[in-house]
């Protein structure tokens, strides 16, 4: 499984071309199929892209970690792209192809209408206009994208001291109700050293991913966990509760990016080696 990060709050060193945003997306590539985890905020991951030499036209699947408009907010920039790309095309040297309607997978609740004081952040688009791009696939249930690579669907939230926080409300038919990050999800691949969880925000806490991870995969290790794991105090009981249980997997590496800060990232030194992710960063597992 190789993954290529084309957004993240920060850019890889010595990547002049990168454009670092507040945001989360990824590319993946595993078993011959090609992925998009997460759009980022706006479109600039496809500038990024696109500098990486990605082709985001030859997409299998697009994956939404959650609503928020800093994983959803490049819909309307990919679905534009997807729109204009020519039906059959060749590069140099290549055979015509015609460009795929890839599926579209996400939480159920995660279409639904999300805000805060501020207004509106959740996605920017509506279902009836991702069905003109994409093959909609909607499911609280684990989803195997490939035989190793799964979208994990609901979480469930079995590590009190997480203490999953609520803010803002999510529209319930006519009724706004309290945010509980329900349709917060996340990828767990099942490697041949462990399981690797994807992680795009964590709202539903590291450790519940984890936990689910290992137990959909089949795994007893847990050997990386990357991306984005929301703790951002290192000195609060759900971040030592964090660590304690992290380190008793013993993971060969972690790769914490996007909304995890930096005081945590530095932390988590403590219990396995800790790599740093940015707009460019390739990360390669068997």
């Keep these: 499984m190789k993954l290529t990060f084309l957004?993240?709050?920060?850019v890889k060193w010595g990547l002049e071309k990168m454009v670092a945003q507040h945001g989360f997306s990824v590319f993946?590539?595993?078993a011959g199929k090609r992925i998009l985890f997460d759009t980022g905020y706006t479109g600039i991951f496809l500038e990024n892209a696109k500098a990486l030499g990605v082709d985001l036209t030859d997409l299998d699947y697009v994956v939404l970690s959650h609503s928020h408009n800093d994983h959803t907010g490049g819909?309307?920039?990919?679905?534009?792209?997807?729109?204009?790309?020519?039906?059959?095309?060749a590069g140099p040297?290549?055979?015509?192809?015609?460009?795929?309607?890839p599926v579209l997978v996400?939480?159920?609740?995660?279409?639904?209408?999300?805000r805060d004081a501020e207004g509106d952040f959740g996605m920017p688009v509506t279902e009836e206009e991702l069905a003109e791009v994409f093959t909609i696939h909607k499911t609280r249930e684990p989803f195997w994208l490939t035989e190793n690579l799964c979208y994990l669907g609901e979480i469930p939230r079995t590590h009190a001291f997480e203490n999953v926080p609520t803010f803002g409300e999510r529209l319930e038919g006519d009724t706004w109700v309290t945010e509980d990050f329900i349709d917060d999800s996340a990828l767990a691949y099942r490697g041949p050293e462990g399981a690797v969880v994807i992680s795009g925000c964590g709202h539903s806490g590291i450790c519940n991913i984890s936990s689910y991870a290992l137990a959909v995969t089949g795994e007893e290790k847990l050997f990386d966990i990357v991306g984005g794991l929301h703790t951002l105090n290192e000195k609060d009981n759900k971040f030592r509760g964090t660590l304690d249980f992290v380190a008793g997997f013993k993971p060969k590496k972690l790769h914490p990016c996007h909304c995890t800060a930096f005081c945590c990232r530095s932390a988590f030194r403590q219990?396995?080696?800790v790599e740093e992710l940015g707009a460019g960063s390739v990360l390669e597992f068997a």
């Design 271 to 273: 219990i396995a080696e």
């Design 7 to 10: 957004m993240d709050n920060n």
């Design 28 to 30: 993946i590539e595993e």
């Design 93 to 101: 040297g290549e055979a015509a192809r015609t460009v795929k309607k």
């Design 106 to 114: 996400y939480h159920p609740d995660a279409a639904k209408r999300h």
């Design 75 to 89: 819909l309307p920039a990919l679905m534009a792209l997807l729109k204009e790309a020519p039906r059959n095309f």
